[in-house]
C-alpha cells in the first residue's frame, strides 16, 4: 500500500488493493510507455517495478502552456487533448501534487530515521570503548596484585630458606626495619644530591661572575688602549698643526718683509730720478 500511494498511478483493469484512489494512466510522454498523446495510445506501465519508499520517483504535474509552448518531460497542452485524456492530465495532476507532498514527508521521516540509527551507532561505539577501557585497567590492576603477591610470596620463601639454613627465627619488624632503613637512605641520598646540585650551582654562578670580570678586564683594557691610541693620534694632530701654523707665520714675515724692503727700494730710487 505504502509503495501504491508513493509511485504514479497507472492503468490496469483490476484497481490496486487496499487503494483508495481511482488508477489512471499517464499519457505517453509522461509514462515513456507508448508514442501516442492520448490516454488509449499509451501502452500498459503495469510491469514496471515501483521505486523504494525514500527515493524520489519522476512525479510530474501538467503544466498549462501556450500553443506553441511545449514541457521538457511532460504531457501536451490541456487545450489540445479532448474528452478522456483531458480528465486524465487533470486527475493525473492532482495526484501528482499529493504524491509529491507525501514523498517529502517520507524522505524527512527517512532522514530523521537515517540519523537517529547514526546517533545509536555512535553511542553503541562509544560504550564499547568505555568498556574495553574498564576491562584493561580491570586486567592491569589484577597484573599488579600478583606481581606484589608473586615478591610477597618470594621473601617469606627466602626469609624461610634462610631460618632453615641458619636456625635464626628472624624478627617479624624485619622488614619494616629493612623499609625504614631504605626510605633513610633514600632520603639522605635526596638531601645530598639537593646539597650537591646547590654547591655546583655555587660554582657555576662563581665561575660565571669571573669570566664576566675577566671579560670586563679585557674589554676595559681594549678600550683604554683605544682611548690612548686616539689620544695620541689627537696630540699628534695638534703638534702638527702647531707646526704648520708656525711655518705659516714664518713665511708671511718673511713676505711681510721682502715686500717692505722692495717698496722702500722703489722710494730710494724714485727719489734719485733713476
Known amino acids: ?35 501516442g498523446r492520448s490516454g488509449e495510445e499509451a501502452g500498459d506501465g503495469a510491469g514496471a517495478a515501483p521505486p523504494p519508499p525514500h527515493s524520489s520517483p519522476g512525479v510530474l ?39 509529491k507532498m507525501f514523498n517529502a514527508d517520507v524522505w524527512k521521516e527517512y532522514e530523521r530515521d537515517m ?14 570503548a568505555r568498556d574495553l577501557l574498564h576491562q584493561r585497567q580491570v586486567k592491569e590492576r589484577e597484573v599488579r596484585q600478583f606481581q606484589a603477591q608473586q615478591a610477597a610470596e618470594a621473601v ?22 629493612t623499609e625504614s632503613l631504605e626510605r633513610n637512605r633514600r632520603a639522605a641520598n635526596r638531601a645530598f644530591r639537593e ?29 683604554e688602549a683605544e682611548y690612548d691610541m686616539v689620544m695620541s693620534r689627537e696630540q699628534a694632530r695638534q703638534a ?18 721682502k715686500r717692505v724692503i722692495k717698496q722702500a727700494g722703489s722710494a730710494f730710487f724714485a727719489q734719485d730720478g733713476v
Request: charged share 25%; net charge positive.
Open 1 to 35: 500500500a505504502l509503495h501504491q500511494m508513493v509511485t504514479p498511478p497507472v492503468r490496469s483493469s483490476v484497481p490496486p488493493p487496499g487503494s483508495s484512489y481511482i488508477s489512471f494512466n499517464y499519457p505517453a510522454s509522461v509514462s515513456g510507455v507508448g508514442k
Open 61 to 99: 504535474s501538467v503544466m498549462m502552456m501556450t500553443n506553441n509552448q511545449v514541457a521538457c518531460n511532460s504531457p501536451p497542452p490541456i487545450n489540445r487533448l479532448s474528452g478522456t485524456a483531458r480528465t486524465v492530465a487533470t486527475s493525473s495532476s492532482v495526484v501528482n501534487d499529493k504524491h
Open 115 to 128: 540519523d537517529a540509527a547514526a546517533t545509536s551507532h555512535r553511542l553503541a561505539m562509544e560504550r564499547q
Open 156 to 177: 617469606a620463601r627466602r626469609q624461610a630458606e634462610r631460618q632453615a639454613a641458619t636456625g635464626y627465627v628472624l624478627p617479624a619488624t624485619l622488614t619494616e626495619d
Open 195 to 223: 646539597k650537591l646540585d646547590e654547591q655546583i650551582e655555587e660554582k657555576t654562578i662563581q665561575k660565571l661572575i669571573e669570566k664576566r670580570e675577566e671579560q670586563w678586564s679585557e674589554f676595559s683594557a681594549a678600550k
Open 240 to 257: 702638527l698643526r702647531q707646526q704648520q701654523e708656525q711655518m705659516r707665520q714664518e713665511l708671511t714675515k718673511q713676505m711681510v718683509e
